[in-house]
């Protein structure tokens, strides 16, 4: 039933885009905005039981916390960076949105690295 909540805010924020555009592009763009971030707090809403499952599992199988909190943080910057990218391109602004996703990535791989170290550190081990 949330689906059915996003698509309508998407096909009413798509309709009154549509028609304000034509006279006040500025409040158009607004519009778009207000609306995707309304969609995105929708659904980081339903993302915290799946955090919470993540964690439970995590504890239950013994897995150091510390690399579970860096893969939900590049996971939340993936999402944060893909969606302040999108707002720029539809705002005409592709330039800057390139910037954004290259920002993202390399905040991503900053984050990688503890738990790549960590698997380097493994196979070093584990070879004779």
Same mark, same amino acid.
């Given at each position: !039933?949330?689906?059915?909540?996003?698509?309508?805010?998407?096909?009413?924020?798509?309709?009154?885009?549509?028609?304000?555009?034509?006279?006040?592009?500025?409040?158009? !763009?607004?519009? $778009?905005?207000?609306?995707?971030?309304?969609?995105?707090?929708?659904?980081?809403?339903?993302?915290?039981?799946?955090?919470?499952?993540?964690?439970?599992?995590?504890?239950?199988?013994?897995?150091?916390?510390?690399?579970?909190?860096? +893969? +939900?943080?590049?996971?939340?910057?993936?999402?944060?960076?893909?969606?302040?990218?999108?707002?720029?391109?539809?705002?005409?602004?592709? $330039?800057?949105? $390139?910037?954004?996703?290259?920002?993202?990535?390399?905040?991503?791989?900053?984050?990688?690295?503890?738990?790549?170290?960590?698997?380097?550190?493994?196979?070093?081990?584990?070879?004779?």
């Amino acid at each position: !039933m949330d689906i059915l909540q996003i698509v309508c805010i998407g096909i009413i924020a798509v309709i009154l885009t549509v028609t304000i555009r034509q006279q006040k592009p500025e409040i158009a !763009m607004l519009v $778009s905005i207000v609306a995707g971030l309304l969609i995105f707090v929708l659904i980081v809403v339903k993302l915290t039981s799946v955090i919470d499952f993540i964690k439970t599992f995590s504890r239950k199988a013994d897995i150091d916390a510390t690399y579970i909190t860096i +893969l +939900l943080k590049i996971a939340g910057i993936a999402y944060i960076a893909e969606f302040g990218a999108e707002v720029c391109k539809d705002a005409g602004e592709s $330039s800057i949105a $390139s910037k954004i996703e290259l920002a993202g990535k390399v905040t991503i791989v900053i984050l990688a690295v503890p738990i790549i170290t960590s698997l380097l550190d493994l196979v070093v081990k584990l070879m004779p």
